[in-house]
């Protein structure tokens, strides 16, 4: 009942920017978090940055001081704005967000992933 968005990935050099942009859409949801995870091939999918309802944030430590995760809760949209990329960032970077929608007849909790928007950086 709740669709992630993507966008924003490319091909950049290293030591360049990109900002990822995921939308929200849906009816009778509430979001409680939203976060960015990457995958690169033959690894497994890692959290690179997570915003919680209270407006917190938690980082990866490999990308800390060069990554930027933001939420407009008006257009239940998140961001993630990633300076001074390196080559290791290359993966294909995907959206997460849960919280709660309703049934009709009860509350329940969910969890959606967007398709995800790679991210290459060149060296």
């Known amino acids: 009942q709740v669709q992630l968005v993507e966008s924003g990935g490319g091909l950049v050099q290293a030591g360049g920017s990109l900002r990822l942009s995921c939308a929200a859409s849906?009816?009778?949801?509430?979001?409680?978090?939203m976060g960015w995870y990457r995958q690169a091939p033959g690894n497994q999918r890692e959290l690179v940055a997570i915003?919680?309802?209270?407006?917190?944030?938690n980082y990866a430590d490999s990308v800390k001081g060069r990554f930027t995760i933001s939420r407009d809760n008006a257009k239940n949209t998140v961001y993630l704005q990633m300076n001074s990329l390196k080559p290791e960032d290359t993966a294909v970077y995907s959206c997460?967000?849960?919280?709660?929608?309703?049934?009709?007849?009860?509350?329940?909790?969910?969890?959606?992933w967007g398709q995800g928007t790679q991210v290459t950086v060149s060296s």
């Open positions: 997460y967000a849960n919280g709660a929608y309703y049934t009709g007849s009860q509350i329940a909790d969910f969890g959606s």
């Open positions: 915003i919680l309802g209270d407006g917190s944030t």
């Open positions: 849906g009816s009778a949801f509430s979001i409680n978090a």
